[in-house]
């Protein structure tokens, strides 16, 4: 996927992992104040992520809680897109039943 130290716009990688519809709305997620890097709130959307971030993300239906596991080169299918990331939220997830 992408090579070592390698960095990616946190508003790409978030439309890239279907975080987000498009990045202008990855963006407003992020300058909205809605997203964590490693803990830190952030307020733009140029920050550079890279595999090991932690993410936490207040969505409308959820608060998530990700650990960035690659970055991704397109906007794939969704299972791609589950491979860039693993859920550590700690609830069921979305395709779990409580």
């Known amino acids: 996927m992408a ?15 279907r975080m987000a519809k498009s ?7 992020v300058e909205a104040g809605h997203v964590r890097l490693n803990g830190r709130r952030i307020d733009g959307s140029d920050k550079l992520v890279q ?21 991704g080169s397109r906007r794939g299918p969704a299972a791609e897109a589950r491979t860039l990331y693993e859920d550590r939220s700690g609830g069921p997830g979305p395709d779990e039943t409580p």
């Open 23 to 29: 990045r202008t709305l990855a963006a407003k997620l």
């Open 51 to 71: 595999p090991g971030d932690i993410l936490t993300l207040a969505l409308p239906h959820a608060t998530l809680v990700v650990e960035i596991r690659a970055l």
């Open 3 to 17: 090579a070592a130290g390698a960095r990616l716009r946190i508003d790409k990688w978030l439309w890239h992992a």
